[in-house]
């Protein structure tokens, strides 16, 4: 999925007339993005039906690239492949799995078998991007999204190793970036005051086991929780194409 | 009907000990708190204030949710009627009258007629929900695997058909939930599925981390890009919160009739009380002498919309409570709730957990009860919320979500996941695909592959099953025919209308 994710940030970001260098920038990412799930279809057993699939959506990337395809909606066209890529990913992660025995459904059924019909169903988005006109993919704003999700990330890396206090604290001054407004005083004070109302909120009221301080070993603590994350986003891409290499 | 006293008797037993009634209270409360503050809708807020419910006792966690949504609901009439910002679909056309209103020095008397029509409407459908939730119980307690599974399919197709924007996106949405639903142990066999061999995922994708992560943090970055617009805050001293007795006869039959719409509508799945409120305020027009005034500050134009779409939130729990189908977001939210209190939503609620079941419908009545004597009177607070400027806001909003994600399991893998789903959401909503489907397939999905492996065993792997079976059949065949008629072009011109 994270790879779905990130392929969707560039897939055309902003208006998108047939042939021009938007559609260039977002069937290239599409391109890309196929490659990767391609590569993953080397480390499973039974890798027709994905491989043929991603084989076409690399295709229609390049074919988008090159001004073969009007996309008229792109928010329409772009979604649909997007989404096409996630069933892929779906049907390579649940490929491994048994299907049915018999008149049973086995672990790996269900799950194929919603991949398959969302494939249906986003290749039908996909299509509608190019028959009917629609509007363009709004603009991406980086500054809001990204201060919050390092905030957001920074929370979950803190909070362990230095406690409620500082991550809630550190936090709220590293999204408040994410806004054009920010000063300075009153953005310290109103950090401290909502640190202090979680504090009583949630430890106090709720009574929840939080850390409020960093513990004495904190900083190897902090590597600890780094290395955690890396194998947390690596491991998927370690797990199909690490093998290969 | 004695059946039907006893029960409620029994509710009421359990709503009103004074832990529960606390839950009702401070949920109401809470939920308007965070249902004024602006760009912050009930889903949203449900899903901030998710987890601190954990901890609760279920039937209190229940009660206070329940609570929650009705308070969420009601901060969205408030700032529709103070500021002309309606915070939820369901008080846009409360606005419309209601900001005229406050123009013209009545905010006080619309925010009470608001809350007295809500009230009526809730104390109405409790009753109904009541009367209806055992009868429908049995019914549901008669279907087996195959009906059940068409009734979710139905269930799903009604959410997509009634809900705004494209219906194919929508279907698209519902699979993808249904798919992430498949991460994690398979319950017959326990094989991980799609885990990626990650421990984290082991036990699938938590509930509350997709559902901070769209709702919570993909929202606050979305209204990070809406550029700060002069909002028109009142400034004058909300006063005479009493309404006149001219006002009160004016709206009274205006509170029947809408609570009456409401109720009816909100049984359907999608968009109730949205679709609700809509409905209630063109047939005030209808019924006026004076349609042309309309938009202007007539008092009907807040009473029948507001005790509709109050009626239709309520009655949305019968499909929940009776059949364990959620029949929108928020209910979804619910869903979700249960299911992590350890209470499989469905028809054996009622049975096997009574005092859940009732207490969860008396308090429903108290939480109405709680918006007309607390909430009322604190409008100057309310008020005061508004001007929270939103660089303040979003930060401690990103803050306690965290907070949240985190004390489900004391998992920083969960706030990562939800970082994940944040930035899935602000790319739905960049691709204008709506999050609300997915979260109900991600809900009922588990559901749904139940009940089709085991109706696919009993009848021995023949897929003519789900139609030689004539409540499975009928079942099947409404979905069909809703789904064909949304693509029909006189309908789908007629949906538009009702959803502008």
């Known amino acids: 999925m994270s790879d779905g994710v990130t392929s969707s940030q560039g897939g055309g970001p902003n208006s998108g007339a047939p042939g021009n260098t938007n559609s260039f920038r977002g069937g290239i990412v599409v391109a890309v993005a196929s490659l990767l799930l391609l590569l993953m279809t080397f480390s499973i057993a039974s890798p027709t039906v994905p491989r043929v699939l991603t084989i076409a959506i690399g295709l229609l990337g390049v074919a988008t690239a090159f001004g073969f395809i009007p996309v008229r909606a792109p928010q329409d066209y772009y979604g649909g492949i997007v989404l096409m ?4 990913l779906a049907l390579i992660a649940s490929a491994d799995l048994p299907g049915q025995r018999g008149f049973a459904f086995g672990p790996g059924t269900a799950p194929r078998l919603f991949a398959i019909l969302l494939f249906g169903l986003s290749a039908a988005v996909t299509l509608v ?5 629609g509007p363009a993919i709004e603009k991406y704003r980086l500054r809001g999204p990204l201060w919050v999700l390092l905030a957001i990330i920074l929370f979950a890396m803190f909070i362990r190793p230095l406690g409620l206090i500082i991550a ?9 970036f994410g806004s054009t ?4 005083l009153e953005s310290v004070i109103a950090a401290a005051v909502m640190t202090a109302f979680c504090v009583l909120l949630f430890v106090y009221l709720l009574n929840l086991p939080f850390q409020l301080w960093p513990q004495p070993n904190a900083f190897a603590l902090l590597w600890q929780q780094l290395a955690e994350f890396f194998r947390l986003m690596l491991g998927p891409l370690l797990k199909y194409i690490g093998v290969i290499a | 009907m004695s059946d039907l006293l006893a029960n409620l008797a029994l509710g009421f037993g ?3 000990s004074p832990m529960n009634m606390l839950f009702c209270m401070i949920g109401a ?9 602006p760009g912050i809708g009930s889903v949203a807020t449900i899903a901030m204030l998710l987890p601190i419910t954990f901890g609760l006792p279920p039937v209190g966690a229940l009660i206070m949710l329940a609570g929650i949504y009705y308070g969420a609901q009601y901060g969205g009439s408030t700032t529709a009627v103070l500021v002309n910002i309606p915070g939820e679909a369901t008080s846009v056309v409360t606005a419309l009258d209601g900001h005229e209103m406050a123009k013209q020095g009545r905010a006080g008397a619309a925010l009470s007629i608001a809350a007295i029509g809500s009230f009526f409407a809730g104390c109405v459908t409790t009753v109904l929900v009541a009367a209806l939730g055992a009868p429908l119980t049995s019914v549901a307690l008669l279907f087996g695997p195959a009906e059940y599974f068409s009734l979710m399919v139905l269930g799903l197709i009604f959410a997509v058909v009634l809900a705004k924007g494209s219906v194919l996106k929508a279907l698209a949405m519902i699979v993808t939930g249904l798919l992430l ?12 599925r799609m885990t990626f061999d990650l421990p984290e995922l082991a036990d699938g994708i938590g509930f509350a981390n997709i559902a901070l992560g769209m709702f919570g943090f993909a929202e606050i970055v979305r209204n990070l890009e809406i550029p700060p617009e002069g909002r028109d805050i009142l400034m004058r001293k909300v006063t005479n919160l009493m309404p006149t007795r001219e006002d009160l006869i004016r709206s009274a039959p205006s509170i029947a009739r809408g609570t009456t719409i409401g109720a009816i509508i909100g049984i359907l799945p999608g968009a109730g009380a949205v679709i609700a409120s809509f409905a209630a305020y063109s047939i005030e027009k209808k019924f006026s002498k004076y349609p042309e005034k309309f938009g202007t500050g007539m008092i009907e134009g807040v009473a029948g919309p507001e005790a509709a779409n109050n009626a239709a939130a309520q009655s949305a729990f019968i499909p929940l409570l009776t059949l364990g189908i959620p029949p929108n977001a928020v209910m979804a939210l619910m869903v979700g709730a249960m299911t992590i209190h350890g209470i499989v939503p469905g028809p054996q609620v009622m049975t096997k957990q009574p005092e859940l079941f009732w207490g969860m419908i008396a308090s429903m009545w108290i939480g109405n009860l709680a918006l007309v004597i607390i909430n009322l009177p604190l409008v100057g607070l309310w008020v005061a919320l508004l001007r929270v400027p939103y660089r303040l806001l979003f930060p401690s909003i990103v803050v306690f979500c965290c907070i949240g994600v985190y004390s489900i399991n004391n998992a920083p893998s969960d706030v990562l996941i939800a970082a994940l789903f944040a930035v899935v959401g602000y790319w739905f909503a960049k691709h204008d695909f709506e999050p609300a489907p997915m979260l109900l397939g991600f809900v009922l999905g588990p559901l749904m592959e139940e009940n089709l492996r085991r109706a696919m065993l009993i009848a021995r792997g023949d897929v003519t099953v789900f139609f030689t079976r004539p409540i499975s059949a009928v079942l ?12 029909l072009p006189m309908l789908r011109k007629r949906r538009e209308i009702l959803v502008e």
Do not use: K
Request: glycine share 14%; charged share 5%; no cysteine.
């Open chain 1, 85 to 88: 890529m996630l069933a892929i």
């Open chain 1, 129 to 133: 991007g190019i028959t009917s006109v």
């Open chain 1, 168 to 176: 809630s604290f550190l936090t709220w001054m590293i999204s408040i």
């Open chain 1, 181 to 184: 407004e920010m000063r300075w």
């Open chain 2, 14 to 16: 359990v709503a009103f």
């Open chain 2, 29 to 37: 409360l809470v939920g308007t708190l965070i249902g004024v503050l």
């Open chain 2, 181 to 192: 639903s498949q991460v994690g142990s398979d319950l017959e066999t326990g094989a991980g």
């Open chain 2, 476 to 487: 099947l065949g409404t979905a069909f025919v809703m789904l064909v008629m949304s693509g």
